[in-house]
């Protein structure tokens, strides 16, 4: 059973490899150790060369899967275009792409300097254009293959740029997932909520104030994604809570939800 096949993924054959960006923390390993362990090869990017590397070897080593390391800024043009050439080899056909790589700058738009706002934007807009425009191809002329753009339920409620920058990739899965058709390709947008990972401890976020309630592992996030993705949804929201929060900021007003995520925003981030 491949990761394309309505029962999630299983064994493979033939054999197939998915490319994760972000890939050795936090949901991007989470997917590497979930498609290495079902047999899928897998090249993992990241920028840490040393990080990436130890994470390759420790998967083929655990799973007896072939594994690249391809270390890459994606804040930088010489890095999404090392992923774009990986990508669009022949040679080497990559059958899934996760965009999963993305951060987070603390503090409301003004407080925080444009080159890091500017830098969020090109790895959560350009990159994701760039590398889905690099794969897609491919996947089109084998009628095989799929994307997962890592997004957020901040891309429901309108506050700051990195909510924005993720409605931007919903925006932009969903509308090329309806462009594709029937092709055989499939395209999701994976919406996650709080989930225990380094994200918050790099952008120097404190947590102590988000119940426990409201926390997903990783594994959860990527189990429940790849569920919905074998069964061709455009949008995956794990759990249930956020399933629910997701459905009502639908449904109400952008500026009713707008003064809530304000008002969350200014106890957020307390140590």
Same mark, same amino acid.
């Given at each position: ?5 309505? $029962?999630? %993924?299983?064994?493979v054959g033939p054999m197939t490899t998915a490319l994760i960006t972000g890939a050795t923390a936090g949901i ?11 047999? !899928? ?13 130890? *994470? ?5 080593a655990e799973y007896g899967v072939e594994t690249e390391a391809l270390t890459a800024d994606l804040a930088t ?12 080899? /022949? ?6 792409? %996760? ?9 409301? &738009? ?13 790895? !959560?807009? +350009? ?13 089109? +002329? ?15 409620? /309108?506050?700051?740029? *990195? ?8 925006? &932009? ?12 390709? #499939? ?6 909520? &709080?989930?225990?990972?380094?994200? !918050?401890? #790099? ?25 919905? &993705? ?11 809570? *956020? ?9 109400? /007003? ?13 106890? *957020? $981030?307390? +140590?």
């Open positions: 059973m491949s990761v394309f096949s309505g $029962g999630g %993924i299983g064994t991007g390993a989470a997917f590497a150790v979930k498609l290495a362990r079902a047999g !899928h090869n897998v090249v993992l990017v990241a920028r840490d060369t040393e990080r990436l590397s130890e *994470y390759a070897e420790k998967l083929s043009d010489a890095g999404i275009a090392a992923v774009e050439e990986r990508l669009a080899d /022949p040679a080497r056909p990559v059958d899934l792409l %996760i965009n999963n790589a993305g951060f987070g700058n603390k503090g409301a &738009f003004l407080a925080v300097p444009l080159q890091a706002e500017l830098d969020m934007q090109k790895v !959560h807009i +350009e990159a994701v254009l760039r590398l889905t425009a690099a794969a897609l191809p491919g996947m089109r +002329e084998r009628r095989l293959g799929g994307v997962v753009n890592v997004a957020s339920v901040a891309a429901f409620l /309108p506050r700051g740029t *990195y909510g924005a920058s993720k409605a931007w990739v919903v925006s &932009f899965t969903q509308g090329v997932a309806r462009d594709l058709g029937d092709s055989g390709v #499939r395209m999701m947008a994976l919406c996650p909520g &709080f989930t225990r990972t380094e994200f !918050h401890q #790099r952008a120097g976020m404190g947590t102590s104030d988000i119940p426990s309630w409201g926390w997903l592992s990783a594994e959860r996030v990527v189990n429940e994604a790849m569920r919905d &993705f074998a069964r061709g949804r455009s949008l995956s929201v794990p759990g249930k809570r *956020y399933k629910a929060a997701v459905a009502v900021a639908r449904l109400l /007003p952008s500026g009713a939800l707008g003064g809530v995520s304000s008002k969350a925003a200014r106890t *957020y $981030g307390k +140590e």
